[in-house]
């Protein structure tokens, strides 16, 4: 998430950052000039990022609580308590580079793994946890770092107000947040690759010309709070939870996003990426150390270039270009900021070489890649990738057009296969991780597939937080096998573990799928909907959302009863219970189940803190419970559930 020592800074304050800022750049200029960046290396670098999760397969919030624990500095916070990153030392790209990342990959989840285990969690590689849930993402959930409230008080305030998710796949999503926490929704998987100042122009080039198909073969995060949206819907979050464009910009404007793929191919450098970037883009923060780095020039030092560090690391390019230093001379980097974490060691690996050796192979081969390719092509592949993964159509050079599935396995593993050679690597570890790439695009299971096939295999049995759950547990569990995950058999039921880990919260099981109705609406209307569904409540909402009363077939059986009542004019706000007992998702269920005895009622609206409708609970709910709290018993002692030897059936819910 970038430099952590920040200042919110007055005016004043910030338009010293903005001298920072611009002497950072003219001295940038004056290193490109005078030619003191290091040429002819060949280095890469990873940020793994890494999910925490608890017993139950929830959101583990222990960050503060195990970084004490961990004396490794290559392990370092993430925006969210449930998150951790690791940044491996940098890798000479020559022989034995993939097993290098391998050995490190392997230590950073060893590292994780053993502290997280001195507070009952463990560290999972995924790009989107499948069992978070809205309620986690609470400020309370941001690591205490100065930075990340920072972040999302400046969000807020160029947005002009909450946070937003829209986005449609099989099913949809919409939603508003107060928190910033939507990003920590996100655990990437974060490449580095070293560039020569001359080359770069073409090495970002062709990073965005390839970002589409890699995605394609290599997404795995098309679950979000239990909907099937994006193969990669990473992306969508990232565009929209981080975007600073304020609502009421008029239409004709055009404000670009700060998470962007681009507008155009770059012409000249680093420097005009940096430089726009700059102009168009509105300091967040600012840092507090000035190394005056012109003067620094002059005797000969290097500088660090906070200030524009620091702006660059609120500027979310999907291929970013970075400045750094390494040991004791200044670099320039480009940042692959798209692949999700996991699902395996293996498949990273694999990953990483997939676009290493485009990276390197690429330029060489095709020295005139923007003039036969379009820019808005290469950017219409991205977002067609992280929509449709292996399933999308690719637009190549020369217009060709031509499947996902084709282009990597035709075209691009050939050439990753060539720039890996050029680079020193053996045929061993090549064929090792480009093998893992070929045999998961021919059998089309991307992590992001294996998730959405498992979901159909279990046909809605269970409810929401079991068949999450399973994902999750399974997940876990074939992770540590460490095979990768074309080779994975699909996620059953079963996985999910026992069912008190998936009926702790009214959150995880609660009815989301409701019907309601308005205040002003025929009491009729709420009556057939009763009979229709085979159910006896009906909630009542406003235009907003927003509970105001509850419609049971009590009630209606009161209205039938009174002969000076024409049932079949009277509306609904004249028969439903106002003000009903409500609870929240983090509910407790045993909480609940008191709520409902102490105020005698069969059922529960589930609420959001400004009285928004988002599930419901009732009597026959518990029963379920009660009945696998029963059999779970019987079975614990040896007898069957109806005791002649075959599992009962649960009874129907009326």
Known sequence: MGTQDVIQGSGEQRRLFTQRLLADLRALERMLDEGLFETGAHRMGVEQELALIDESYLPAPVATQIMPLITDPRVTHELGQFNLEYNCDPITLGPGALRDLR???????????????TVGARPLMTGILPTLQLSDLSHENIVPRPRYHELDRKIRELRGGNYELRIKGIDELTLQHDSIMLEALNTSYQLHYQVDPDDFALAFNTAQAVA???LAACCNSPVLFGKRLWRETRIAIFQQAVDTRPESTPHERELRARVRFGEKWCEQGVLELFKDDVARFRIMFGAEEDERPIEMLDRAEIPRLIALQTHNSTVYRWNRPCYGITEGKPHLRIENRYLPSGPTIADEVANTALWVGLMSAIPRAF????????????????????????????????DRSVPAPELVRSVLLPLAREGLETLGLGAGEIDQSLSIIDERVESRQTGAHWMLASV?????????????????SAT???????????TWPMATLGECGSWERNYQTVGQYMNTDLLT???????????SIMDWEHIRHVPVEDSAHRLVGVVSYRELLRLLADPKKDAETVSVGKVMRRDPV???PQTTTLDAIQTMREHAVSCLPVVTPDKKLVGLITEHDFMRIAGKLLEGSLRLHGATPNGTGSPAKTPETP
């Open 517 to 527: 109705v308005q205040e002003d609406e025929l009491i009729d209307l709420a009556a």
């Open 103 to 117: 050995a490190q990959l392997e230590l950073a989840l060893s590292t994780v793994r053993e502290a997280c285990a």
């Open 212 to 214: 589409g198909p890699i």
């Open 582 to 584: 409500c609870v929240s």
């Open 476 to 486: 876990a569990r074939l992770q540590l096998e460490g095979n990768p995950a074309h």
């Open 456 to 472: 159909a295999a279990m046909k809605g049995e269970g409810t929401r937080a079991e068949r999450l759950g399973a994902l999750t």
């Open 367 to 398: 020295p005139d890649l923007t003039d036969r390719l379009n820019f808005e092509d290469a950017a219409n592949n991205f977002i067609a990738a992280a929509r449709l993964g292996l399933d999308s159509q690719m637009t190549w050079l020369d």
